[in-house]
């Protein structure tokens, strides 16, 4: 019985290799922008180029390629190819949902499973059952068997959107709780959730966001105690494994606790820290939690740049510039504190960049994706250079997150995700002409509502539909 | 890259060396050496002579201080400003939390207390719990990042609560909290002997943890293969305090309480606490004197809660006088109020209690250092101590008298006439930014109204 059995899956196996090996020359798509002046973001410019793309890998770049007769070829004369822009850390492609408070998970399979917000977006906050944390014990706001991996859905709206403004690829990320989950590097096209990602394990996201009065912990400093904790237990069972792995006989079997192996072989934590003090506290954290961190919502790195730079720790600026809320009282005076961070937030960039430091950016709190790149403009208007601004959005997140093999720069052998633009992203007049993910084209859809008649000529309306 | 680096440090170092200061002339409140008309030398941030004939070296800075008074740096042995959280108020025994590590350095009221004369102070966890978070002491070094302000030499201490804080919580109607359904009993205790009790049932399972580490280092020495212990976070502090390498500062303000604290202290064999806010510790004084335990307490605050009703303003002079360590402290938390009148509150205890001058100088400056055995290096104006001075304009124990000149490691890090000067010039700079962010936003204002 077991033979036939292991004779039919060589069997099957052969039959799977042989169709798959000598892969029909007809099946090879290729496609081609010709013409175009390309920003490989890795390399120097090259004014009048091409770049051959095969089954979704870019092949070649460079100002003389031979492209294959049967190749589609586009008319790159006038346009500029940069790599697809990376959202270093976001929530498009996941259900949206509201943030759910830090309560209590649930410690492995002792408490029924509780779903998280996310995966329960029709019932309505106030139903949740609040449970109250007496302590680390009950693991409080912990979801590390959370995945944003599983979760990716291409029918999400903002995908377009973000598209629309050149972005190719993002490093999604749970939100709920305090020790939110997995988040994945997914890319902005694709049929099926499956495509869309990248790699499933881009790091972990944790949050210092206070139960306020309604359980542990109720402070950042309870949090941050309870993150050490946690790593503590974790290593307390990966230990328990081992031995019982070496003498299941003579050594008890240790209780499944669903949230410590979630925290097995995490490779980053984000951790947030606007602020140098909260950076000092937060480097310190990962250093004693041991795993190499993140920084994010980095509000003030015009001050921060020669200690980060110190400690090598990455970054993703909050590019949604401090400003003074609408609805503020004019009475209320701000303080002079306050005036300077708002005026110097925007040279965080050019700050970070020229100290060395690497950093990427988020969509976080911003409306809109393309609103990502005019607050970088301002940056520019600030000092920053315009490779650094773009490399920020490319080749920095793609290091920051392990997959620069993969993507953030136009090179051959890299995922041939590309923007296509008139002219240079950071320009107001520029529009997205196309973007290729994984060498499939997307044109722009139109952005509702349209602007008046008359008006500068900005959105994307008198470019729609060309090719549709 | 790494050698001019080094080279660098090492110039610094050598800079610091010839950097000298001389406070020349003023009225020298030592605390524990006496009051003479002298002056002090300062090299290296120590103090390297003091008295009334000192030897001037070449190129040292000289400070006229004739008519002036200098004090060792005040320091405040109860305090909660600059940090970001303070009470982790969720659980009965929050041990586990520390307050360090919500240090804030930008917070203004360092910079407050400091020029109130403050050098040194201890930021303690609040006291929502018997047994609260982790403290910390610092220096008031405005303008360091948190790890430059902390004082890595202060024993590490434990903040504990009794009464109506720890048990409030805990009160059958409960506290009302917007969104929960009803209200509920939310933490154990809720009442007084419910306090002692997670008190003593800590304390005991901090021994059965420190058995359970022991037991393993045995096994373990013997070549056993064995799983250590769960590491706990909450009861590691309480080991330490255990093993006397912790110190407790304890919150308690009626008689008989203090009395139920100092038997368990007796049982689990504690020593060395310190009693905060104590008011009616003079009623127990005897008791306290006994046991070697210490008070840090208010000049003359009471009435403000049901438990301060039996204060007297005798209490820091009775305690005293019957041989318990007494320190003044301000509990202040947000803006540093009394913190900057500390010497006004030391000056109380000899209108009240008749105590000589330097013994009110020491109620906020030696005493407390005892209490967080920080002695040796501050407290007192001495050769060989940190030189954490404070000029005053007049005798210190004057309501009139206002802090000139503040020195931390012999740095200077106050001076009421650059304070001064320095203000139009700060108030200038903010207008200016003021209209250049007004004029950004109205100049963005028509792109945000399109559409986009």
């Known amino acids: ?103 209590t998970a649930g410690r492995g399979a002792q408490q029924p499973p509780q779903l998280p917000q996310q995966q329960q977006p029709q019932q309505p906050q106030a139903q949740q059952p609040q449970a109250r944390s007496r302590g680390p014990q009950d693991r409080p706001g912990t979801f590390t068997w959370v995945k944003a991996a599983d979760q990716v859905q291409p029918s999400d709206s903002r995908l377009a959107s973000a598209r629309n403004a050149g972005f190719t690829s993002a490093v999604t990320f749970p939100r709920q709780g305090i020790v939110a989950g997995h988040g994945a590097i997914i890319n902005l096209g694709g049929k099926t959730a499956g495509e869309m990602v990248v790699l499933p394990e881009a790091g972990l996201y944790l949050a210092l966001r206070p139960s306020g009065y309604t359980g542990f912990p109720s402070t950042p400093m309870g949090i941050m105690a309870y993150f050490r904790q946690l790593w503590l237990d974790a290593d307390h069972y990966r230990q328990a494994l081992a031995l019982y792995a070496a003498d299941p006989v003579n050594i008890p079997r240790p209780a499944h606790d669903r949230a410590l192996e979630g925290l097995m072989g995490v490779k980053r934590v984000l951790l947030p820290a606007p602020d140098p003090i909260q950076m000092e506290r937060m480097v310190k954290l990962a250093a004693d939690l041991k795993t190499p961190a993140v920084l994010y919502g980095v509000v003030r790195g015009y001050e921060m740049a020669e200690r980060l730079r110190a400690t090598g720790t990455p970054v993703i600026l909050n590019v949604r510039w401090p400003a003074r809320e609408p609805g503020a009282d004019p009475e209320q005076e701000e303080s002079y504190r306050e005036l300077r961070i708002r005026d110097l937030a925007p040279t965080s960039p050019a700050a970070l960049s020229a100290a060395g430091v690497k950093w990427a950016v988020s969509s976080d709190g911003l409306e809109t994706p393309r609103a990502v790149l005019r607050a970088l403009k301002q940056s520019i208007d600030r000092g920053l250079r315009r490779e650094d601004a773009l490399r920020a959005l490319t080749l920095s997140a793609a290091e920051i997150y392990g997959v620069a093999d993969r993507l953030g720069s136009i090179q051959p052998g890299k995922a041939a995700n590309l923007v296509v633009a008139t002219g240079d992203l950071f320009d107001d007049s520029t529009r997205v002409r196309m973007v290729f993910i994984d060498g499939v084209r997307y044109l722009p859809e139109p952005e509702l509502p349209q602007p008046p008649a008359g008006a500068s000529g900005r959105g994307p309306s008198s470019e729609r539909g060309e090719d549709q | ?223 056993e293969k064995a799983l250590p212990p769960r590491r706990d976070l909450q009861l590691e502090p309480l080991v330490e305090v255990l093993e006397g390498k912790r110190l407790i500062h304890a919150h308690c303000y009626r008689a008989d309480e203090i009395l139920m604290l100092l038997r368990v202290f007796d049982d689990f064999n504690i020593r060395g606490v310190t009693l905060q806010h104590a008011l009616e510790a003079y ?143 700060i108030e200038a700079e903010k207008e200016g930014l003021r209209r250049k962010l007004q004029d950004q936003q109205k100049q963005a204002m028509p792109q945000n109204r399109r559409p986009s």
């Open chain 2, 283 to 425: 009623k127990v004084a005897r008791e306290i004197a006994e046991r070697g335990h210490a008070v840090s307490t208010f000049s003359d605050w009471w009435s403000y809660k049901v438990e301060a009703y039996d204060a007297i303003p005798y209490n820091a002079a009775i305690l005293h006088r019957k041989g318990v360590l007494v320190s003044l402290n301000s509990d202040d938390a947000g803006g540093a109020e009394l913190m900057r009148r500390l010497n006004a509150e030391a000056a109380k205890v000899m209108k009240y209690g008749g105590l000589s001058e330097d013994e009110a100088l020491a109620m906020i400056t030696i005493n407390p250092a005892k209490q967080l055995q920080i002695d040796p290096w501050v407290g007192s104006i001495e050769p060989g101590k940190d030189a954490d001075l404070v000029i005053y304009d007049r005798h210190p124990l004057s309501v009139y008298a206002k802090v000139e000149k503040v020195f931390i490691d012999g740095r200077q890090y106050f001076d009421r006439d650059e304070d001064m000067s320095r203000r139009p010039k």
């Open chain 1, 1 to 103: 019985m077991r033979k036939n059995f292991l004779a039919a899956i060589t069997a099957a196996l052969m039959a799977v290799f042989i169709t798959w090996l000598p892969a029909p020359a007809e099946s090879v798509s290729w496609t081609a922008i010709r013409g175009a002046r390309i920003v490989p973001v890795n390399g120097p410019v090259i004014e009048k180029g091409t770049v051959l793309i095969r089954n979704g890998v870019i092949a070649a770049v460079g100002p003389q390629v031979d492209v294959p007769a049967s190749a589609w070829v586009i008319d790159g004369n006038g346009l500029t190819v940069y790599p697809g822009l990376i959202d270093a850390l976001s929530t498009w492609g996941l259900p949206q949902a509201a943030q759910a408070p830090a309560q």
């Open chain 2, 1 to 223: 890259m790494r050698a001019p680096v080094l080279a660098l440090t090492l110039f610094a170092g050598a800079a610091c060396a010839a950097d000298v200061v001389v406070i020349q002339n003023g009225t020298v409140h030592t605390v524990t050496k006496g009051t003479f008309r002298g002056s002090i030398v300062i090299r290296d941030g120590k103090i390297a002579d003091v008295g009334e004939k000192v030897l001037t070296p070449p190129g040292a800075r000289v400070v006229d201080a004739t008519g002036k008074h200098i004090i060792p740096g005040i320091i405040d042995a109860h305090t909660h400003i600059a940090l970001d959280s303070i009470n982790e108020s969720s659980v009965s025994v929050s041990s586990m939390v520390n307050v360090a590590e919500m240090l804030n350095p930008e917070s203004v009221s360092i910079y407050r207390a400091m020029a109130g004369g403050v050098t040194v102070c201890n930021s303690m966890h609040g006291s929502a719990n018997s047994i609260g978070g982790q403290n910390v002491v610092f220096k008031l070094r405005w303008g360091a990042d948190a790890r430059g302000l902390i004082f890595d030499r202060a024993k590490p201490s434990l903040k504990m609560a009794l009464g109506e804080n720890p048990k409030r919580q805990g009160s059958p109607q409960g506290l009302q909290i917007p969104g929960l359904q009803s209200p509920q009993n939310l933490r154990y205790p809720g009442t007084r002997m419910g306090v002692e009790d997670v008190i003593r049932d800590a304390f005991t399972r901090a021994r059965a943890y420190q058995r359970e580490w022991k037991d393993y280092e045995a096994r373990r020495a013997r070549g």
